[in-house]
């Protein structure tokens, strides 16, 4: 157990939806990180927060947003969803840096029918 | 902008044989690189890391090396067991305000 809960694990929905991911880091972590990771694909950086504050993006789509709270959690915004958009998403928290070690989440299993 | 390539996608190994996963990368000034493993159905796990002021790091079965002057950096996984079967990610980071560049992943299969 990384110490990462993320919610939900599974989620179905319909193209066109909207959906919202939700992640609270290891206890001390300032950072968290959304990544994507579609079927046997490896994993695509989407967006770190540092104590509330975005501190870089990736290849992160307009229909996607993030933010991250006063108590450090965070969550991934999802809208307009297209069938492409099914994959896991994975949050990861640390310290501080990216030099820190990045603890993963067990994943949210999204698909769009 | 960083680039990291991993190499091979795929790597089937005999049970107690060695496996061996390459990663170059292109930015001089990279200067951390981790790897992380992911088993099925969960999130990616760090197993080792190494800076660039030192040259190799072992941790019982596993180790990694650092080839500054060629840009590439491997993991060496000994005496291979069933439960190293996973995906092998290795990234690069040129230091704490630069974002980890990751590689495409490296099925490992370990055949019984």
């Known amino acids: 157990d990384s110490g990462v809960t993320q919610t939900p694990k599974h989620l179905i929905t319909a193209t066109g939806q909207r959906v919202t991911l939700r992640c609270s880091p290891r206890s001390g972590d300032l950072s968290v990180y959304w990544y994507q990771q579609s079927l046997d694909q490896g994993l695509q950086f989407l967006i770190q927060y540092y104590n509330g504050e975005e501190r870089a993006k990736g290849n992160i789509l307009e229909r996607f947003s993030a933010q991250q709270f006063p ?6 915004n999802l809208s307009s969803l297209e069938l492409g958009d099914s994959a896991l998403y994975f949050c990861a928290s640390s310290v501080e840096s990216g030099v820190d070690t990045q603890y993963f989440g067990p994943g949210t299993r999204l698909t769009v029918l | ?9 795929t790597l089937s190994v005999q049970e107690g044989d060695s496996a061996v996963i390459k990663c170059t ?17 969960k999130g ?17 079965r596993i180790a990694v090396t650092l ?13 291979t067991q069933p439960e190293d079967s996973a995906v092998y990610f290795c990234a690069a980071s040129k230091g704490s305000n630069y974002q980890l560049i990751w590689g ?7 055949k019984p």
């Open chain 1, 71 to 76: 108590d450090l959690h965070s969550e991934l």
């Open chain 2, 1 to 9: 902008g960083e680039n990291v390539e991993q190499h091979p996608s």
């Open chain 2, 25 to 41: 990368y292109s930015d001089s000034a990279s200067n951390y690189f981790p790897w992380y493993k992911q088993e099925l159905g």
């Open chain 2, 44 to 60: 990616p796990q760090l197993i080792i890391d190494i800076r660039s002021n030192v040259g190799e790091k072992k941790d019982q």
């Open chain 2, 67 to 79: 080839n500054k002057t060629a840009k590439h950096f491997s993991l060496h996984i000994t005496e």
């Open chain 2, 104 to 110: 495409a992943g490296t099925k490992l299969i370990i």
